[in-house]
């Protein structure tokens, strides 16, 4: 007789760990199926966030953001130092073992919540019965009363710029170069590409970034997405929009790569070339023929807003369903559905899931841009504060950006918070606490801010919504 668990969750990104925990945790017998290893053959649980996503970028991020300061940003503080070096196999090598302390501490929370953790494939067959096929080809076939398809995404390839995993990489083989290249392509200008593409422009890449949009940040506030490209611009990073790439070739260790803009056709030589044009789902095998499970017409498994499927007690988490990419939207569809099994009601506010992307100046947001509710007909208030003017962001000279904060104009709820500058997604995540409760910019003007702090920012736009800011000159009267 085959083992019969409670929930058996298929993937163990922080859309599926988090949901076998939350699972094991409210009485549920739970196992968790995952095939992926690292470099030394080793299951690694935590997906692409853990492994080759959010954490490994953000510590070279991190990494390459103190090197930068290091150059060009000691001297205003009257700090004087020569033969700042750099050693990348060091700083990878950091990331290295960064990444593998998480994802034994995903191993550990297993065992110390009794979560069963399978190493294999996991493909779900008809009657929610899973077929695991392990390391050593040998099957095995559970069942469940509750299955959660948590198997994520991977990158997005394009014909004209195919990976070869040496000049051409994708977002995982970027987190791997051993040495800073000299010119450095990035196609994409989303979340991912202008990450990467900062790290190895603040180590010393000439970077391009080729944008086939001729809009920057689309799902960015306009106000935020244009600070956003002249800060970086300044910053080296030579952004093209309408530029598409429609081929390359690579010749020994370069790649000429051939792209349009307005102006016709155009080539232009890199020695490493990133394709970071966006992530698609991972159904390969994932599904039997008659497991009942549907997808929609762009490959998602096919979910209802809490994420069943179309198989009673079969459900779908994270980049596999619609929806953003992001970790935390995976990990809160992992605990919503886990607490939907246990018989609670819990929902999700997809209204309010934060978006960051890791630039410096960070840039975050949270809830609708101006655009987006002057398209909807609804009439605002928008109260904004640069950092210039805050006192904690010149002590730390890191003034650049602004929060912008935009409210309904016959309520006062705030719609929108909008940050470009330090600390942003800090301080956009308290703006989506209080819009969580329904806040409204005059709540938010009625608080008590510590000062100095960057905090204050958000607080000061906020009383600007309606015309009270202190320390700046108000575009609105009370
Ligand atoms: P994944 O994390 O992709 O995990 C799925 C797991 O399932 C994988 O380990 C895979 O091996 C396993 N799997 C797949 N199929 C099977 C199968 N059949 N059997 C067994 N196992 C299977 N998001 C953020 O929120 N913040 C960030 O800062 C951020 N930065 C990023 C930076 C980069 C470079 C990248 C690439 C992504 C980043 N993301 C970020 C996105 C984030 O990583 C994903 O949204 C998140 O990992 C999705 O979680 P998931 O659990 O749905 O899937
Ligand atoms: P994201 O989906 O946020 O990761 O962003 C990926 C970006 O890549 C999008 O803005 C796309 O417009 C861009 N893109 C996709 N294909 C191409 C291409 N062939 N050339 C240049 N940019 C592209």
């Known amino acids: 007789m085959s083992q019969k668990f409670d929930v058996v969750v298929i993937g163990a ?99 110390a919540n009794g979560v069963t953790s399978l190493q294999g494939h996991g493909k779900l067959l008809a009657g929610k019965k899973i077929e695991i096929t392990k390391p050593d080809g040998s099957v095995e076939v559970i069942e469940a009363e509750n299955v959660i398809l948590a198997p994520g995404s991977r990158p997005i390839d394009i014909p004209p710029a195919p990976v070869d995993n040496n000049v051409i ?18 196609i994409g200008a989303g979340v991912i590409g202008l990450e990467l593409g900062s790290v190895w422009s603040r180590l010393g890449a000439e970077v391009t970034v ?51 803009d307005k102006d016709g056709e155009k080539t232009i030589t890199f020695d490493k070339l990133i394709v970071a044009v966006g992530r698609r789902p991972v159904t390969t095998d994932l599904l039997a023929a008659d497991s009942g499970v549907t997808l929609d017409e762009r490959g998602y498994v096919h979910v209802d807003d809490h994420c069943a499927t179309t198989v009673p007690g079969v459900y779908a988490i ?93 309520t006062d709820r705030v719609l929108g918070v909008h940050v470009i500058g330090p600390s942003a997604a800090e301080l956009v995540q308290q703006g989506a606490i209080g819009m969580e409760f329904g806040t409204s910019a005059e709540d938010l003007g009625m608080m008590v801010f510590s000062h100095p702090t960057l905090s204050e920012a958000l607080h000061e736009a906020a009383l600007a919504v309606n015309g009270g800011a202190i320390h700046i000159a108000n575009r609105k009267k009370r």
């Open 13 to 111: 990104g922080p859309g599926g760990y988090v949901a076998a925990i939350k699972a094991a945790q409210l009485g549920l017998s739970t196992a968790c199926i995952e095939k992926y290893t690292d470099k030394e053959g080793k299951l690694a649980l935590g997906g692409t966030c853990l492994n080759v996503g959010c954490i490994p970028s953000k510590a070279l991020l991190d990494s390459s953001w103190k090197f930068h300061e290091a150059q060009d940003g000691f001297a205003i503080h009257g700090i004087n130092h020569a033969g700042v070096t750099m050693d990348v196999p060091a700083m990878v090598g950091r990331k290295a073992n960064i990444v593998k302390g998480l994802t034994s501490g995903v191993a550990t929370l297993f065992k």
């Open 169 to 186: 990489v994708d977002s995982t083989g970027a987190l791997e170069f051993q040495a800073v290249p000299k010119r450095l392509g990035v």
């Open 210 to 260: 080729l944008e086939a949009l001729d809009t920057f940040l689309l799902a960015a506030d306009t106000a935020v997405s244009k600070e956003a490209l002249k800060t970086l611009t300044k910053q080296g990073l030579d952004i093209k929009l309408g530029a598409r790439v429609t081929g390359s070739k690579v010749n020994g260790e370069e790649v000429v790569v051939n792209y349009t």
């Open 318 to 410: 994270g980049d596999v369903v619609r929806g953003m990419m992001l970790a935390h939207k995976a990990s809160e569809e992992g605990i919503m559905v886990v607490e939907r099994i246990k018989g609670h009601k819990t929902q999700m506010n997809y209204d309010l899931i934060p978006s960051v992307i890791y630039t410096h100046p960070e840039i975050a947001w949270v809830g609708k841009n101006e655009q987006q509710l002057k398209a909807e007909g609804v009439e605002v208030n928008v109260g904004t504060f640069p950092f210039a003017a805050s006192g904690r962001a010149m002590a730390a000279n890191d003034t650049g950006g602004f929060v912008k904060v935009i409210a309904d104009a016959k």
